[in-house]
């Protein structure tokens, strides 16, 4: 497995990238190779610092950076040299299975789309994020902000991407999908929302028990919970600002410290032919370790091939 | 002013509805009247056991009550004796000048709709609720489920709606606006709000600061914050969850306490033309109380005529 990482990504890259995998070196496993994407001397400087021999490594020299307020789709064209781009072409060219960055997320997106595409049969790709339920576990939100806008058949594959997720990363059984609505009974609903409903009832490949409202986001009501990525976008930022007010307030709650989403890593992008994993602005070690685990688990798990063999049963 | 109160709605009515007129006559406003609307034998039974006087106050028998899973429309036109029905009533007639229920929301919003109307201009009358931001203040969050889709200008007069009741309600001199988005940049957005954008901008009646996140609701960037009903309705469910979870962790915070929404009272429906304020199925004393303090600044500040006029200003 050939995990790529843009060493340059996110607010303390390079070196929490660094540390991030120092810590993953620890537990390595032995079928695994970082490919490592960025400034070369700044990166063997670090590792060299950090006692981190590059045996399983490989290091590819970036001399560009896609900076966090630049335009996706400008910069991923006229930054042919940049850490992201050069993990896209990576990907696209077989040299690696799988990608990771916490750098600009739009250009990640539009990279993940137009660079590897979308998984044939797959109409949008989409990005789910995780909400942590009062039991412990995760749910997963789906979308959150890849697609802002929604077609009702949008939202019934982002709950067949979500549960295939859900299932084999998660490890959830059977994961129920809730249709995210404002109110429970079926016929409640915007336009959208009360077109979708048919559908993801019909939808056998899915475990669909209904509407979910806001209060049983966080209930563990269902494991998938979908929405198209306007209102998904606006409630992910919105859980995130709920950390910061119990981190500003310093109320230390075991389950509100699982509001930190930087324990999780960063989110998948669902739907594109190889794992392509975005990582939070802010990403410090532990979320990229958690990271290279995930891309892992998608890997071993062949989660590309577990969705295409699924669209497939469709035709 | 007269008062209209649904003495059957809510889960601790009629009880906790005559406990909030008890608390509430304690500081009463020589110039209001109180209407009493419902079980004419149960609440004169009640106000005795809680030695309320039947002096400011008159009782209306209503025969009927509309149960909360009862659909709205249907129960508004078949139970022409229930308390929501009469309260509606009593405003088309000009025998009550606002109207308090803590019962079937729907049943409330259609009423309001049908029986009293839009002010003239009104394209579409509208929800708010109160969103306790970090720095004390309450900020308004502006359609929170009436209106579950919406067009660009629905949103902009949804902001005026706002703006006028965060200036002479909430008190704030010259309250800010934001278009509730899922970037901070203008031009992002779904469809409604890359459209909605350049109207709240052009808006002169407004004081509109572009858009605001997820993250920003809690923050105190804008006092009025907009968006169609689908999305305010899931985030205020959300967000009312998560005081459910501060309660059940014990964690006693003063500004995670002032998510407990029943404080507030209830939430006006903007832009009929006679305040109507709807509480929440769990109100107790206290928010009667509020709801009744509400309806009596909704009408010593003409809060109707001031909508009335901005909207003739832009004839």
């Known amino acids: 497995m050939k995990i790529a990482i843009d060493m340059m990504g ?50 590819i020299h970036a001399s560009q950076v896609i900076e ?7 910069a991923l064209k006229e930054k042919k040299h940049s850490s992201i781009a050069i993990g896209f072409h990576l990907l ?6 799988a990608f990771i960055s916490a750098g600009n997320t739009g250009a990640m997106m539009v990279g993940a789309l137009f660079s590897i595409k979308a998984i044939e049969g797959v109409l949008r790709p989409t990005i789910g994020a995780y909400l942590p339920r009062e ?43 809730g249709l995210i609505n404002l109110g429970e009974e079926e016929g409640k609903g915007n336009i ?22 806001g209060r049983d986001l966080l209930s563990g009501k269902a494991e998938v919970m979908v ?29 509100f410290n699982r509001f930190n989403f930087e324990i999780y890593g960063g989110v998948p992008v669902l739907g594109v032919n190889k794992p392509v994993i975005i990582g939070h602005g802010i990403s410090h070690a532990i979320a ?26 469709l035709e």
């Open 10 to 59: 996110g607010d303390f890259a390079p070196l929490e990238t660094v540390k991030g995998i120092e810590v993953y070196l620890q537990n390595k496993n032995p079928e695994t190779t970082l490919i490592l994407i960025g400034d070369e001397p700044a990166i063997k400087q670090l590792l060299d610092r950090h006692n981190i021999s590059t045996e399983n490594l490989s290091i």
């Open 68 to 74: 966090m307020h630049e335009h996706p789709t400008k």
């Open 288 to 313: 990229f370790k958690n990271m290279i685990l995930m891309a892992e688990k998608m890997l071993q798990k062949d989660l590309t091939g577990k969705i295409r063999n699924s669209l497939k049963e």
């Open 227 to 255: 929405c198209e990525g306007f209102t998904g976008n606006v409630l992910l930022k919105f859980a995130e600002s709920i950390y910061d007010i119990v981190q500003r307030r310093e109320i230390n709650d075991e389950h």
């Open 135 to 177: 039991d412990g576990e995760l749910g997963l939100l789906v979308d959150v902000g890849l697609n802002a806008d929604c077609k009702p058949e949008n939202l019934s594959q982002f709950a067949l991407l979500g549960s295939l997720f859900a299932k084999h990363i998660l490890n959830f059984d059977n994961p129920r999908v």
């Open 192 to 213: 959208l929302t009360q077109a979708a409903y048919p559908l993801l009832k019909e939808n056998k490949q899915i475990n669909f028990i209904g509407n979910v409202e």
């Open 92 to 97: 696209a060219t077989d040299k690696a299975d």
